[in-house]
């Protein structure tokens, strides 16, 4: 089965996945996956993300995962729990048996962010938090207008896998 469980930045999808995994369930995070996503000008040109990216940046640069890359990495793990999100991703949906969203309110998203366990520099500024936001409200109301289902982004991982084996 090939579950795919996505939200904003800062929904927490590098945790589950992760305390998932120390569980010894197959669960992914899409961000660690070498060859799947990249940002990417209006172009099309692969760029590298910018630490410290700006308003220009993130207005003007997608972050996007390759299909084909994708369906290759899928034939190779047909169960796996993949947690993720690009700007594409509501075309990659018909690839997963099951999809969730998993939903985070503001004010925990921010805070998630900043905090100082998290890797990913998405989140280093006060614009990059409030686009997250943004892009959060987005997908959520895309998710909800699709008929997917939501899951708590405050629940824990173990409670979270009951939801989605």
Sequence with gaps: MRVLIFGSSGSGKTYVSTELR???INAVDADSVEGLSSWFDGSGNKMPYKEDADEEFLNNHSFLWDRKFLEEYLKENPNIYLFGASGNIFGMLDLFDKVYFLKV???LQKERLVHQSRENPMGNTEYQ???AVRWGRELEKKAKALGIGFIDATLTPEEIFKLIR
């Design 129 to 131: 938090r409030e686009n």
């Design 22 to 24: 120390k569980l010894g």
């Design 105 to 107: 309110n503001p004010g």
